[in-house]
C-alpha cells in the first residue's frame, strides 16, 4: 500500500505519493475520499501529478475527491492568502521560514523579494517588521494576480509594491541599488540570478539564498550550498559573509532545500 503524504492548503488537501513513486489514481482516490471523511474541514483533494517545477512553479493536479474547485484561502502568521493551487505556488513547509526572515528585518528597510508569488514573504514582513518597502516581483501572471489582491486584502498597499516580469529585468530597469535586503526563494535559478540580487542591493545589504542540494552520508547540506554561494559571489566579484544557513525542508531523499543568509560587504 503507498504511504501518501498530505499537505492542507487552506480547505484543500494536495496527496503527495512517496518520492519517486507513481502513484495509482484509484488507490489514491480511495485514500483522498477517507482523508476527507475524517477531517471535515476539507472540502476537496487533488493529487500532486508532478513535482513544483517551471519559472512558474506550478505542478500538475489530478482531482480525487470532494469540491472541484482550486481556489482557497491560505491563512499564515495572521495574514490570508488567496490562492488556486493549480496555477500558483504556495506550502504551509515554508511558514518557519516566512516568519524567521520577517524578524529579521530592521526599522527601514527597503527589500526586494525576486520571486514573490502570491506574496506570503512580502505580506509577512509588512505585517511583521517595520520594513519602509518590499519590492514583489513574479513573473507568473496568475500568481502576480493573487499577489494584488492579497496586498488589498491583508491592507499592506502602502508598504508592498507588486512588479509583473522577469526579475533579472525588473531589477537591472527599475531597481538598482535600492535595498537593503534581497531575498531569492526560487532554488532553481537562484545561482545564475546572484547578478541581479548584487544589482539591486545598497553598497551592501543582505541576501537571503534558496537552494535545492543533494548531501550525501556524512556530507552537511548547509556547508555544501554555502560552498556554492561562496564560489558564485566571489566570482561575480563581491566579498561577503555568512550570517548562518539551515535546511529549511527535505525534498527527497538526501536532497533539501538550504538557506544560505550571506552578508555583502562589498559589491563589484
Not at 517545477?53 to 491560505?74: D, S
Request: glycine fraction near 6%.
Amino acid at each position: 500500500m503507498t504511504k501518501f503524504k498530505v499537505e492542507i492548503i487552506g480547505d484543500i488537501a494536495i496527496v503527495k505519493p512517496p518520492y519517486g513513486v507513481t502513484p495509482d489514481i484509484d488507490e489514491a482516490a480511495r485514500f483522498a475520499q477517507a482523508f476527507l471523511a475524517e477531517h471535515k474541514y476539507v472540502r476537496s483533494a487533488w493529487l500532486a501529478a508532478s513535482p513544483v517545477e517551471g519559472p512558474h512553479k506550478v505542478r500538475r493536479l489530478v482531482y480525487l475527491a470532494g469540491e472541484r474547485r482550486t481556489e482557497t484561502i491560505y491563512r499564515e502568521h495572521g495574514c490570508s492568502f488567496k490562492v488556486d493551487v493549480s496555477k500558483d505556488f504556495i506550502t504551509p513547509r515554508l511558514s518557519y521560514e516566512h516568519i524567521r526572515v520577517a524578524r529579521l528585518v530592521r526599522p527601514g528597510e527597503a527589500i526586494i523579494n525576486m520571486f514573490a508569488g502570491v506574496g506570503t514573504f512580502s505580506i509577512i514582513i509588512a505585517k511583521h517588521s517595520e520594513a519602509k518597502v518590499i519590492h514583489s516581483i513574479d513573473i507568473n501572471p496568475d500568481a502576480y494576480a493573487h499577489m494584488m489582491e492579497n496586498i488589498r486584502l491583508n491592507r499592506v498597499e502602502d508598504k508592498v509594491i507588486p512588479y509583473l516580469g522577469d526579475a533579472a529585468q525588473v531589477v537591472s530597469e527599475r531597481l538598482v541599488g535600492t535595498a537593503d535586503r534581497v531575498l531569492m526563494p526560487l532554488p532553481d535559478i537562484a545561482l545564475p540570478y546572484l547578478r541581479y540580487a548584487l544589482l539591486g542591493l545598497r553598497d551592501k545589504g543582505v541576501i537571503h539564498v534558496y537552494l535545492h542540494v543533494h548531501a550525501s552520508k556524512g556530507e552537511s547540506p548547509e556547508e555544501k550550498a554555502a560552498r556554492l554561494v561562496d564560489d558564485n559571489l566571489r566570482g561575480l566579484g563581491a566579498e561577503w559573509r555568512s550570517l548562518g544557513s539551515r535546511v529549511v525542508r527535505m525534498v527527497g531523499p538526501r536532497f533539501y532545500q538550504v538557506v544560505v543568509d550571506a552578508e555583502v560587504v562589498r559589491k563589484p
